[in-house]
């Protein structure tokens, strides 16, 4: 019974419908262009977000993640065994090691970044690929160069694969005055090229690192590998909910996403405004049509309609008004969005830099079915909104009266 009344109530909306069809166009075109404004503005997002993160997937190792200690209500989260345990166990991590950080120099005054990590980790951790050699021995005073402190070795000191480097760690005697104190590292493997910081990096082994540092056994950091790009801000919240520090390529998504959230904020404001009118435009073409039909509705309710049946007839017709407006607003979305593509990227490109050079060759906008059902959801719900008033107030009339005086 509850569904025949509702198609009765269809049947009678697209009937008025249908006997003003120029005036229902362009209200709906109203609420369409909102539409088209919301789903083009969202598919930009969209799509520049899905591209920055093939760039950096493409460029960087977006998957591992370096956990540091932070300060939180004055006191610092240090890097402690149970830390490590801890992030070990967020889901989706698949391998964590905790490193060493020092900074040394060559006898020739080269500065060298040092990370002492675990050897065991190295491979997990890192998923390093060798240029030259290998991984160093546990317990060895051995070295991995990264590709790019490799070369500047080679070019300026002469050293290869083989040689043993020497090294300076600078301490202080009793004075207060300093003292270099010269180790040698033998030089076991060179990383191919990584185009992250690892490519400046000298890798040692970590108890070998704390043993030099004067046998301190506390961490400076927790490299930490993912197991999908898709879940790192999900590891990222959970290093972030253990008082720690994230850092790894996925900032550059953050920055991206900053940005992003600037031009959409923008964009989004003339979308409301857009929506806004369209909404008015709604209330002003149902006010009207109540008024013209003042005695039509009287009768109806005269023979035996509720006002909740003048509600829902209303209320149908801001229906079909909602349903054209989300499907031309669609329909516009998908040409505005292929205009941002075509004439914005360009100036978009140019912001974004060098390391999202690869957008000039890519769509920068994305249009997905989601996107293309909110756009129908919110011209829907805007509408029947809209409709609210005019419904309670056709609702709401004196039958005698409103045959009396309506037109």
Known sequence: ??????????????????????????????????????????????????????????????????????????AIQFITPAKIGELGAIPHVEASSAVVREAYATKRQTYLEVVGIDPAGIEGVLQPKFLRGGLLAPGSRQAVLGHDVAETLQRYEGVRLGDTVPILIRRYDEDGMPVDEEVGFTLVGVLQERDDAFDQVMLIDRGVAQELRGGEAAFDGVLIRVDHPDAVFGVVDGIKGLGLTARGAFQQIE????????????????????????????????????????????????????????????????????LIGGVIGDLLGVAFSGAINTFGKPFIVAQLGDTFSTFADAEITLI????????????????????????????????VTAIRTGV
């Open 1 to 74: 019974m509850i569904v025949g009344r509702l198609i009765d109530y269809l049947m009678a909306a697209a009937h008025q419908v249908a006997r003003k069809r120029m005036r229902v166009f362009l209200t709906a075109l109203g609420i369409a262009i909102g539409v088209a404004a919301v789903v083009g503005t969202v598919s930009l997002g969209e799509g520049i977000r899905y591209q920055a993160v093939e760039a950096i997937k493409e460029q960087s190792d977006l998957t591992l993640i370096e956990a540091t200690a932070d300060i939180r209500g004055g």
């Open 255 to 322: 920055s991206v996403n900053r940005l992003m959230d600037v031009v959409v904020l923008i964009l989004a404001f003339f979308a409301g405004v857009a929506l806004i009118v369209g909404a008015l435009m709604i209330v002003n073409t149902m006010v009207t049509s109540v008024f013209e039909r003042t005695r039509e509705i009287g009768i109806t309710m005269a023979i035996g309609a509720s006002p909740a049946d003048v509600v829902y007839l209303v209320l149908a017709e801001c229906l079909y008004i909602g």
């Open 368 to 399: 997905t079915p989601g996107l293309l059902v909110l756009g129908m959801a919110i011209a829907i719900a805007l509408s029947l909104v809209s409709g609210l008033y005019p419904a309670l107030k056709a609702s709401h009339l004196n039958p």
